[in-house]
Structures are given as structure tokens and as C-alpha cells.
């Protein structure tokens, strides 16, 4: 049997390549055609391969879900932190900058996000479940998908919502109340740029995890 990898004929190949498909022997410790690492160094879990670079990427993206994404301050006093994961709830606390009471505020879940963490944690279940070709192509577009989503909705929309219900709350007709409103800031947090630079890494390692098509013969 001839290897699709080398042309090798004098060696029976035992399997195919889980990066590239080409037939390996059944001694062999690496794929011919693309170096994969393949039988029983397979089993070892390699961090420096692509394929697990841009599991570990996903994993971190996660992780930043639960850490602040949107931080709202007026004259340096924070009013309220809005998780990734709040967010993908439709919650958020409010703090009271005067009496310092948080209340929790409940509304619809962000289909937007929801849908963005879904993609991250589909694309991570399929990297377990399929070739490296077929998951790397499944990774770049969900984690893609995913971060051009996340941007979106917190740089875009929820900036643009905030200040809008700022300018819509009920005026008394002072100047106090326009200074507050005036003064209120939407700033990102720790957790969304984590997640972004994850997902961004997410998408690199994934590209690089593709493998090389097998020779022709």
C-alpha cells in the first residue's frame, strides 16, 4: 500500500492522519505530510500545537463572560458594572452614588450576546468532535462571528443606549440635573477587551491549525 504522505510502498498504513489525512504507518510517532504528531505522542496534551493554542484562547474568552465589560461613572463614582454574562441576562446592578444601595435591574436576555456565546462554546465542542481542517474552519467562524458581535453590542449599542436613557430621564428643570447627565461616562471593562483578544487568538491559532492537504499519489 502506497503512503499518501511520503509515497512510501513498502509500509502498510495502520491510519489516517487526524490533521492532514494522510495514511501514517503504524509505528510512526509524526505524519509524513504535515509533522502532526500522530499513535501515542497523539495522546499527550501538546500546548504549543494550534489546535489546543486556540482551545485554551476559547476557554479564556469564557472566563472574561464573568468579569466587568461596561463600567457606567458620573464624576468618578461608579454607578454600575455590567458583566459579559449579566449582559447575555439582561441584568445589571445600579448603585445609588448618594445613599451607596445597589439594586439589581432585570430585562430582557441580549439575544446578541447570547448568540455569541453560543458560537464560542459550539466552536469548542466541535474542535473535540472534528477533523482539524473542518474544526479549524468551524473555530474561525464562530469565534469571528462571535467577537464582531461582542464589539457591536457593547462599543455601539449599549453605549448608545445608556445615554439615551440618560437624556430621557425626567428633567426638574435645574442645571443640577443636566450636569449629572452630562456627566455620566460609559466605559469598557477588563472583561471585554480579555474576551476580545481571546477570541482574536481564538481565530489566529485556528488558521494555523488547518493542515496542509495530503500530497497527490
Known amino acids: 500500500m502506497m503512503c499518501s504522505g511520503c509515497g512510501d510502498g513498502r509500509t502498510a498504513m495502520a491510519a489516517d492522519c487526524p490533521q492532514c489525512g494522510a495514511g501514517v504507518a ?18 499527550r496534551f501538546d ?29 468618578g463614582r461608579v454607578l454600575a458594572q455590567v458583566t459579559g454574562l449579566d ?69 455601539v449599542s449599549a453605549r448608545s443606549m445608556v445615554r439615551s436613557q440618560a437624556e430621557a430621564a425626567p428633567d426638574a428643570g435645574g442645571s443640577l440635573e443636566q450636569g449629572l447627565r452630562e456627566a455620566i461616562k460609559v466605559g469598557t471593562g477588563f472583561g471585554f477587551w480579555l474576551t476580545c483578544l481571546a477570541l482574536a487568538a481564538a481565530v489566529y491559532f485556528s488558521w494555523r491549525s488547518r493542515g496542509r492537504p495530503p500530497p497527490p499519489g
Open 26 to 43: 503504524a509505528d510512526a510517532r509524526f505524519c509524513a505530510g504535515c509533522g502532526a504528531a500522530v499513535g501515542a505522542d497523539r495522546k
Open 47 to 75: 500546548v504549543s500545537e494550534p489546535r489546543n493554542l486556540a482551545r485554551i484562547a476559547q476557554v479564556v474568552a469564557l472566563v472574561g463572560f464573568v468579569l466587568p465589560w461596561i463600567t457606567v461613572s458620573c464624576q
Open 87 to 155: 449582559m447575555a441576562l439582561g441584568r445589571a446592578t445600579i448603585r445609588n452614588p448618594f445613599t451607596g444601595v445597589s439594586q439589581v435591574h432585570a430585562a430582557s436576555p441580549n439575544a446578541t450576546i447570547v448568540f455569541a456565546l453560543v458560537m464560542i462554546l459550539a466552536g469548542l465542542i466541535v474542535s473535540f468532535n472534528f477533523s482539524a481542517a473542518r474544526a479549524a474552519l468551524a473555530n474561525i467562524v464562530a469565534c469571528g462571528t462571535a467577537v464582531l458581535l461582542v464589539c457591536y453590542e457593547v462599543l
